[in-house]
């Protein structure tokens, strides 16, 4: 049995079917040669893009040569509204200014720092998930929850039960339904000044999400300027100064960059927590194996050297980033015309690096559609986790939180996993579609029982 994998698209198609089909679907808009091509090239009459799984490829792209490959400017038409000028949208200096004063906050002693809050919130989701033994649920939202949860407790030391967090996440989840994955400006070269049409319902909740998180974030500067603010993520880095310039994020910058961390925090949390409970639903003696080292190395109080005696939890999280990456392409732009694979690529080129389509590679992977956590203990898995194995992108714009998800996806895994079972549901399997993240189709149903004692 193998998890479930969309049907690529068959055949060509015009681009006013392919727009339609990728605003519905991400995944299932390709055709199925992209999992075995090297490279693959797509013309518009407006842009050209270049879809790369050839590991020298995204090595050169995302390591070798960044600063050649900025992110492309398409990305941030539809998050605009939300993420302003993050660092998940910027480019060059001040995308580099933000990143020195945000990763000392992600450090390595900063994650154990954090790690009680973590636990935290691991304990209220096994408490929330104890309300619903004995019945089948969309584990997509409990998850979503976690997440959020999660996000809130090691930013700024408040549950989601807090009012303006709990504000912020029904916000959020409105947002993603008023917000389409296709915005006019990704696909047409439109002038900075021509308006991009953002829908109304779009533009109220992304306005409504960063009050809320202003309001946060100046409670939180008033409370480190009286000396009483906790020693949370939120003020490691409102307090960072940059080693070159010297300066701090003001209040706006902070707004920006907190918005992209729950954005990128939460929702990709929650799709790969939700991935991996469906796919141990899905194989079972693995579920047993989670739970088994759960229970044998999980006590009462949270100890941060419990993650690295989580082996199995870790490898069987992995996998499922590796099955269902939660940001399923990246889009990088040649800022000088290249040569790739005795093709010419001009200057302005969209350079399309797709986890989802190099993680299953057919000329990568051994069984690349197969769910095996163990494939990572082999030559080929050790030697394609070094080379095409990129969940967190690569490179020097690698996921600043990447260290704090490896923590946090095993961490709340076994939490739960030691109490309760988790059993697929006849008549509802999942199906992956992608927008912002990689979702379930119609949702991920599960039941949920207590495992016994």
Not at 11 to 24: C, D, I, M, P, Q
Not at 196 to 212: D, G, N, P, Q, V
Not at 303 to 329: H, I, K, Q
Request: proline share 8%; glycine share 6%; net charge positive.
């Amino acid at each position: 049995m193998q998890p479930p994998k969309p049907a690529p698209r068959p055949g060509r198609v015009s681009l006013r079917r392919y727009a339609r089909l990728f605003r519905e679907d991400i995944l299932s808009a390709q055709p199925g040669h992209l999992y075995r091509a090297w490279m693959a090239e797509f013309r518009t009459p407006f842009f050209r893009s270049y879809l790369c799984n050839d590991p020298a490829l995204t090595k050169m792209v995302l390591k070798d040569r960044p600063d050649d490959f900025p992110k492309s400017d398409r990305i941030r038409e539809g998050l605009a509204p939300l993420l302003g000028n993050s660092v998940f949208v910027t480019n060059g200096e001040t995308w580099k200014r933000q990143r020195r004063i945000i990763d000392p906050a992600f450090e390595g002693g900063r994650l154990r720092d954090t790690f009680p809050a973590m636990w935290a919130a691991g304990q209220a989701a096994e408490a929330r998930m104890e309300t619903l033994v004995g019945q089948t649920v969309d584990i997509e939202p409990e998850t979503s929850h976690a997440a959020a949860d999660v996000i809130f407790r090691t930013l700024f030391s408040v549950p989601i039960e807090d009012r303006t967090a709990s504000r912020v996440f029904e916000k959020f989840r409105e947002h993603q339904r008023a917000q389409p994955v296709l915005n006019l400006g990704a696909v047409l070269p439109l002038p900075k000044w021509f308006p991009r049409f953002h829908s109304r319902a779009t533009k109220r909740t992304a306005a409504e999400i960063r009050a809320l998180i202003t309001q946060m974030t100046a409670d939180r500067m008033a409370a480190i300027e009286a000396g009483t603010a906790p020693d949370d993520l939120a003020t490691k880095i409102m307090t960072t100064r940059d080693p070159v310039t010297h300066e701090t994020f003001d209040t706006a910058e902070m707004v920006d960059q907190v918005a992209i961390f729950f954005l990128a925090g939460h929702e990709t949390s929650a799709s790969a927590l939700a991935w991996t409970l469906y796919l141990l639903a899905l194989f079972p003696e693995w579920q047993d194996r989670v739970a088994e080292e759960a229970r044998a190395h999980l006590g009462d109080t949270p100890e941060f050297g419990t993650v690295s005696r989580l082996r199995v939890a870790r490898d069987v999280f992995r996998e499922a980033l590796r099955l269902y990456p939660p940001v399923p392409m990246m889009v990088r732009e040649a800022a000088c015309p290249e040569h790739f694979r005795d093709r010419d690529v001009p200057k302005g080129a969209q350079i399309v690096l797709s986890p989802w389509h190099q993680h299953r590679h057919e000329r990568l992977w051994e069984r690349p559609d197969d769910f095996d956590p163990g494939r990572f203990a082999t030559e080929n898995g050790k030697t394609c986790l070094r080379e095409a194995y990129m969940p967190f992108s690569a490179g020097q714009r690698v996921c600043t939180g990447a260290g704090f998800a490896m923590v946090e996806g095993p961490l709340l895994l076994a939490m739960l996993l030691r109490r309760f079972r988790f059993e697929t549901v006849a008549g509802r399997p999942a199906m992956p579609v992608a927008h912002l993240t990689v979702r379930g189709k119609d949702g991920i149903w599960l039941r949920i029982e207590r495992r016994s004692p």
